[in-house]
């Protein structure tokens, strides 16, 4: 069993960096703040006697052998960097429990026969270039020069954020593992929803993962004087985007299953007497279907190109990132299955509606995921919560699942 008590301290410790008023963190990749909190991880690593190293991405590592250390790892992690006033867990809590899963092992002198490694990847959210899981994308190699080109909104782009960090992009091909390289990708992460808490369970078994794409729009319309200008002469920016905001409800509702989000929204010139003759908004959308999300999204934009036209503004929108659904590996779901059933936790199957890394890591190795319970469902919130005991009961099926994944032979 894992040392709940250790896990909820680093935790706890975890969460002072970043730290805004509200009690959430603001934790973006790439700055002194994910440094700082890669470095305490980096000392519960070492703590854990894991042997501790960083890629040509910035993603950490710890590691731990097995007998065989030419056999195949098992990863299990998550991130570490947040969104805007994000919530203490979502991320934190796969890394430190992979943490406390290594050293519980290392305590107790477990000898497995694969290696075991523990990863906090390098910016997951996408909350600081609108585009996100670069660690993952560059462990699975697929991560390219003109992903590096994303910028924030102070214009840097990744490339400049990593010469800043100390990283050099021309080297991030290094950072690819090699196929097969990896026996499995294992993560621990909060629900994020209400699912297990209306099953009353501590934990859950993921089937998979629904994709979001991200999308700018661009409005381009005529700045004017609010007061002179007649209704039927004016070409809004703005109301011309709060007629596609509104489409984008409408056709996520539409299908029942799939979630459209405008997170972002910028206009100018932004005077309380202009009229709006630009405006940029961010677009989300999700399901765990492709093609009806893809659907969605094409008769979003036909609705969106059609409305502007009627009302003489100009539309402008690019992908952002495009990510395709994945299913969990059969095998690790088996071992997650078992861990949970060994631990009488009941074995409840749930798909995830946020994105995570794995995602990225379906080309190189099987992946899997286990869900603990979020309080209320509530996420990407300073109020994201999950008790101490369902941290602890998540950390009990990693380790198993873990330890069940690492003692087979390749
Ligand atoms: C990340 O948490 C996402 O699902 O956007
Ligand atoms: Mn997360
Ligand atoms: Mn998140």
Same mark, same amino acid.
């Given at each position: 069993?894992?040392?709940?008590?250790?896990?909820?301290r680093?935790?706890s410790?975890?969460?002072?960096?970043?730290?805004?008023?509200?009690?959430?963190?603001?934790?973006?990749?790439?700055?002194?703040?994910?440094?700082?909190?890669?470095d $305490?991880?980096?000392?519960?690593?070492?703590?854990? %006697?894991?042997?501790?190293?960083?890629?040509?991405?910035?993603?950490?590592?710890? @590691? /731990?052998?097995?007998?065989?250390?030419?056999?195949?790892?098992?990863?299990?992690?998550?991130?570490?960097?947040?969104?805007?006033?994000?919530?203490?867990?979502?991320?934190? $809590? %796969?890394?430190?429990?992979?943490?406390?899963?290594?050293?519980t092992?290392e305590?107790?002198g477990?000898e497995?026969?694969?290696?075991?490694?523990v990863v906090?990847?390098?910016?997951?959210?996408?909350?600081?270039?609108?585009?996100g899981?670069?660690?993952?994308?560059?462990?699975?190699?697929t991560?390219?020069?003109?992903?590096?080109?994303?910028?924030?909104?102070d214009?840097?782009s990744?490339?400049?954020?990593?010469?800043?960090y100390? $990283?050099?992009?021309?080297?991030i091909?290094e950072?690819?593992?090699? /196929?097969?390289?990896?026996?499995?990708?294992?993560?621990?992460?909060?629900?994020?929803?209400r699912? $297990?808490?209306?099953?009353d369970?501590?934990?859950?078994?993921?089937?998979?993962?629904?994709?979001?794409?991200?999308? @700018?729009?661009?409005?381009?319309?005529?700045?004017?004087?609010?007061g002179?200008?007649?209704?039927?002469l004016?070409r809004?920016?703005l109301a011309?985007?709060?007629?596609?905001?509104?489409?984008?409800?409408?056709?996520?509702?539409?299908?029942?299953?799939?979630?459209?989000?405008v997170g972002?929204?910028?206009? #100018?010139?932004?005077?309380?007497?202009?009229?709006?003759?630009r405006v940029?908004?961010?677009?989300?959308? /999700?399901?765990?279907?492709?093609?009806?999300?893809?659907?969605?999204?094409?008769?979003?934009?036909?609705?969106?190109?059609?409305?502007? #036209?009627?009302?003489?503004?100009g539309?402008?929108?690019?992908?952002?990132?495009r990510?395709?659904?994945?299913?969990c590996?059969?095998t690790?779901?088996?071992?997650?299955?078992?861990?949970?059933?060994?631990?009488?936790?009941?074995?409840?199957?749930?798909?995830?509606?946020?994105?995570?890394?794995?995602?990225?890591?379906?080309?190189?190795?099987?992946?899997?995921?286990?869900?603990? /319970?979020?309080?209320?469902?509530?996420?990407?919130?300073p109020?994201?919560?999950?008790?101490?005991?369902?941290?602890?009961?998540?950390?009990?099926?990693?380790?198993?699942?873990?330890?069940?994944l690492?003692?087979?032979?390749?």
């Amino acid at each position: 069993m894992v040392d709940g008590k250790r896990l909820w301290r680093r935790l706890s410790e975890l969460a002072e960096i970043g730290k805004q008023e509200s009690g959430g963190v603001t934790r973006l990749s790439l700055t002194k703040v994910e440094r700082a909190a890669k470095d $305490l991880v980096a000392s519960f690593m070492e703590e854990a %006697g894991l042997e501790v190293r960083e890629d040509a991405a910035g993603n950490l590592f710890g @590691r /731990r052998e097995g007998k065989d250390p030419g056999a195949q790892a098992v990863l299990v992690g998550s991130h570490l960097d947040s969104v805007y006033e994000g919530g203490n867990f979502d991320g934190p $809590l %796969g890394v430190l429990a992979g943490v406390e899963v290594a050293q519980t092992m290392e305590e107790g002198g477990v000898e497995t026969i694969r290696p075991v490694e523990v990863v906090a990847f390098t910016d997951e959210e996408g909350t600081r270039f609108s585009f996100g899981m670069i660690g993952s994308r560059a462990l699975a190699g697929t991560l390219s020069e003109e992903d590096l080109q994303h910028e924030d909104e102070d214009g840097i782009s990744i490339a400049d954020a990593m010469r800043h960090y100390g $990283l050099d992009p021309e080297r991030i091909e290094e950072a690819a593992r090699p /196929r097969d390289s990896l026996a499995a990708y294992l993560e621990l992460h909060v629900e994020q929803g209400r699912v $297990l808490q209306n099953e009353d369970l501590p934990v859950g078994v993921v089937t998979g993962i629904a994709a979001p794409v991200w999308r @700018r729009l661009v409005f381009t319309g005529e700045t004017g004087h609010a007061g002179t200008t007649p209704m039927k002469l004016r070409r809004d920016a703005l109301a011309a985007a709060a007629e596609v905001a509104a489409v984008v409800e409408d056709e996520a509702l539409a299908t029942g299953t799939s979630v459209g989000t405008v997170g972002q929204l910028s206009l #100018e010139p932004g005077g309380i007497n202009i009229i709006p003759g630009r405006v940029e908004l961010s677009l989300d959308l /999700r399901d765990i279907d492709e093609g009806t999300r893809d659907l969605i999204e094409d008769r979003i934009l036909e609705r969106a190109r059609a409305l502007c #036209e009627g009302r003489g503004v100009g539309l402008e929108t690019e992908v952002l990132q495009r990510m395709t659904p994945i299913s969990c590996s059969e095998t690790v779901r088996g071992a997650v299955r078992a861990a949970c059933e060994g631990l009488d936790l009941g074995t409840y199957d749930l798909a995830s509606g946020a994105a995570h890394d794995g995602m990225q890591l379906v080309g190189l190795c099987p992946v899997g995921m286990i869900f603990v /319970r979020s309080k209320g469902g509530v996420s990407h919130n300073p109020d994201e919560w999950s008790s101490k005991e369902d941290c602890m009961a998540g950390a009990n099926v990693l380790y198993h699942a873990t330890l069940d994944l690492a003692s087979r032979h390749s």
